[in-house]
């Protein structure tokens, strides 16, 4: 009997992760960039009760009589599908069809997102930054951080940002204020792709952790292998999350949750008669 309880303790268990990845995708289902979660569970051990099973007349049985003792989470995968374009109208949202990340620095580590609402930081009189909502500096195609000349060397105003344009191959463009010609800056946004991206580590904020499961990220300007990625300027990529799949599957993982717990009611008012018989 006390078999029955652990192992649907455990069921009740696995279910509870399932319903909290559950709420976790619904959380987000306006997070730029988010992609959506889902907990994969694997049988736990089994106990072999017979491990040779005959008929009445000797007969052997073409199976083993096994009883499982449970369930439980297993892994939480990212499902990386594209999501859908939403237009801002914001310049600096840099939305992506394909399967890049963008390069984010953070101090000694280069992570990566597909959260592309990014914004201009001032680094100095002449210069600006491209950034996430973080602060840290996006990366072009050589790792370094995306900074822009806006003047000359006499100090007159070269190239208004406001104007500054994205081509759908992460080349950076923008007008020459003394000629007002769209000219480029030099500067190509660098996107990589992972073998796995299921692999990646989260850290928070929409970002990624390359990992030993994800593999080593891989250039798309650099690796004639993969299919470059298409930047879609004024657009953030929407997340994946399905609320109808979702909303779906917490009915199931809440009616999962009752039956194991039902089973443990069962369970504790068996033992509770047989602790009641009397000889």
């Given amino acids: 009997m006390m078999r ?22 619904l959380a987000n289902i306006n997070t730029a960039g988010y992609k959506t979660e889902k907990a994969e569970f694997k049988s736990l051990l089994y106990q072999n009760l017979q491990s040779r099973s005959t008929n009445s007349d000797g007969t052997k049985k073409p199976v083993a009589a096994q009883v499982g003792l449970g ?26 069809e394909g399967d890049g990340f963008y390069k984010i620095k953070s101090g000694n580590d280069i992570l990566y997102t597909r959260n592309a609402s990014f914004s201009l930081s001032i680094v100095s009189d002449d210069k600006v930054m491209v950034t996430n909502s973080n602060g840290w500096p996006v990366l072009d195609v ?8 806006t003047h000359d060397e ?15 191959d992460g080349k950076l463009y923008c007008t020459n204020e003394a000629t007002g010609e769209e000219e480029y800056l030099g500067i190509q946004v660098g996107l990589v792709q992972f ?8 850290t928070g904020s929409s970002l990624f952790k390359a990992t030993e499961n994800s593999g080593q990220p891989m250039e798309e300007t650099t690796n004639p292998a993969i299919k470059n990625s298409t930047f879609r ?15 779906v599957n ?28 009397r000889r």
């Fill in 71 to 96: 369930t439980r989470l297993a892994s939480v995968t990212s499902k990386f599908s594209q999501g859908i374009l939403q237009e801002t109208g914001n310049f600096m949202d840099w939305g992506l």
């Fill in 4 to 25: 029955a309880l652990w192992t649907a303790a455990s069921g009740m268990t696995s279910e509870q992760s399932n319903v909290d990845t559950i709420s976790n995708n």
């Fill in 250 to 277: 917490l009915i199931v993982a809440q009616r999962a949750y009752e039956l194991n717990s039902k089973a443990i009611q069962a369970a504790d008012t068996m033992m509770d008669e047989a602790n009641n018989l």
């Fill in 233 to 247: 300027q004024n657009y953030l990529e929407a997340s994946n999350v399905n609320a109808a799949d979702e909303m």
């Fill in 142 to 149: 050589d790792n370094n951080p995306i900074v822009i000349n």
């Fill in 154 to 168: 006499e100090g007159n105003l070269k190239y208004n940002t406001a104007n500054l344009s994205l081509k759908i």
């Fill in 195 to 202: 073998a796995n991206p299921a692999g990646l580590e989260k």
